[in-house]
């Protein structure tokens, strides 16, 4: 969350699952106790599990410090920033890795990855730009990928299959009702869904990300904008933003973004994120959710909506190009831990291909090539193979130290296009791009 990829998210649903601090091992006797930040959530579980053979092999104690989605960035920023020392790793948000290397806040990895052994180029290449690299693109290492993520999209199979609805859909549109190939036929999906009866009960179209407080409608929108053409900056001249983030084809695709929220959405959904897909899709309001990854293997289990009923797919392609929003994060040693030595240990550690396929196994998401790249990822789990084509084509949002004030400028320009009907799509994004410009230019930037 960002991520993914992820400022203050709400999940409360999934951190349920954990309290903060959960998951403890007991240290030997002779030996060091680490700890370890993170977010309270199911791939949380899946880690406390898998850092048993850490510690069997080495000695060094695990304590695990998890903070639920909705406070997870304020938590561990401040801690960041007060030079805190209770966490020896933290795994941060794929935003955070721009403020945290020029702040001085984690260690840089390139002697310890040379001294290892330890290889980027055996890491899928978006997880290393994106949960690695400051400055982005160069060889400048601050974290190891280490829960991979993107944005993709359930769907009920089941009513997919019905044959009423099979025969109303080809009626309407002249085509097979299945698997969303473009976002035009996503919309088409999720009009056909909405206001329907199924099994006596009115459903809806789609759960998407509205949300206004954190990062939920920017994480949403992307998923569109990337694919009608938008850009963060002409590829050419960095930080030069007019014609890219506020081209013609941009504004297209947050004007469909907006006819999605508008034609086919559940009731009261202007504030959605995470959590609330998850309810929406748990509880059987809506056809299609977009989501994180990261949430899926949750959601195949699911004795109500998973198994034979849930279906798994990749962002739609739109007009111009086809990609999803990267989510996911890498893993750092705080340069203010007093134990940096036995947090370095965990990286190699974790690093080694056994535990990277184990890591799959358990519920976490590699990023490792070992890993996705063998001939039987594809069918190791039922959104293994989209997973796999997502992470092939994910953009991240700025990693600027920045991030914060670019994020907040986005969310307040979109969500006051889509959600509260203030202005045109092109007077959106002409203002977010006066918005970033200023950030930029009181960073001393040059465009």
């Not at 000695?59 to 920023?77: H, Q, S």
Request: aromatic letters at 14%; proline letters at 5%; glycine letters at 10%.
């Amino acid at each position: 969350m960002k991520r993914t990829k992820t400022l203050v998210v709400a999940c409360a649903a999934v951190a349920a699952a954990l309290s903060v601090g959960a998951g403890t091992t007991p240290a030997h006797a002779q030996g060091k106790t680490i700890t370890l930040c993170w977010a309270a959530w199911d791939p949380a579980n899946a880690l406390v599990e898998l850092s048993k053979d850490f510690t069997a092999k080495s000695g060094i104690g695990m304590k695990f410090e998890f903070v639920p989605w909705t406070n997870y960035a304020d938590r561990f920023l401040n801690e960041l920033n007060s030079h805190g020392s209770l966490c020896d790793l933290i795994i941060g948000d794929s935003q955070w890795i721009g403020g945290a290397a020029e702040n001085g806040q984690y260690v840089k990895l390139n002697d310890f990855f040379k001294k290892e052994g330890i290889s980027m180029d055996d890491y899928m290449p978006a997880t290393v730009v994106g949960y690695s690299e400051w400055p982005k693109n160069t060889p400048n290492y601050w974290a190891l990928p280490a829960m991979g993520d993107a944005v993709g999209w359930t769907y009920r199979k089941d009513w997919f299959a019905r044959p009423d609805v099979q025969k109303d859909f080809k009626a309407k549109y002249g085509r097979e009702i299945g698997v969303p190939k473009t976002l035009a036929e996503l919309k088409d999906i999720a009009q056909f869904f909405q206001g329907r009866e199924i099994d006596g009960k009115k459903v809806y179209g789609a759960s998407i990300y509205t949300e206004r407080g954190s990062e939920g409608i920017t994480m949403g929108v992307s998923n569109y904008l990337y694919d009608y053409g938008f850009k963060y900056d002409d590829p050419k001249k960095p930080y030069a933003m007019d014609g890219f983030v506020n081209s013609a084809n941009a504004v297209k695709g947050l004007e469909a973004y907006k006819e999605l929220y508008k034609c086919c959405t559940p009731p009261g959904a202007s504030n959605s994120y995470m959590s609330e897909g998850l309810d929406a899709f748990k509880s059987g309001q809506v056809a299609l959710q977009m989501n994180f990854f990261a949430f899926f293997p949750g959601l195949y289990k699911d004795p109500n909506v998973g198994g034979d009923k849930i279906g798994f797919f990749v962002n739609p392609a739109g007009p111009a190009a086809q990609a999803t929003q990267l989510g996911g994060q890498g893993i750092s040693v705080v340069s203010y831990s007093k134990n940096q030595a036995e947090a370095l240990q965990y990286i190699k550690w974790f690093s080694g291909g056994d535990v990277q396929k184990k890591w799959w196994a358990l519920g976490g998401y590699s990023c490792a090539k070992s890993v996705l790249n063998d001939p039987s990822f594809p069918g190791s789990a039922p959104f293994a193979k989209e997973f796999l084509q997502s992470m092939g084509m994910v953009v991240d949002f700025w990693a600027e130290p920045s991030y914060a004030q670019l994020l907040q400028a986005e969310q307040k320009r979109v969500h006051d296009y889509v959600v509260a009907d203030k202005g045109t799509a092109q007077e959106a994004l002409d203002g977010l791009v006066k918005d970033w410009k200023a950030i930029f230019k009181e960073e001393g930037k040059k465009f």
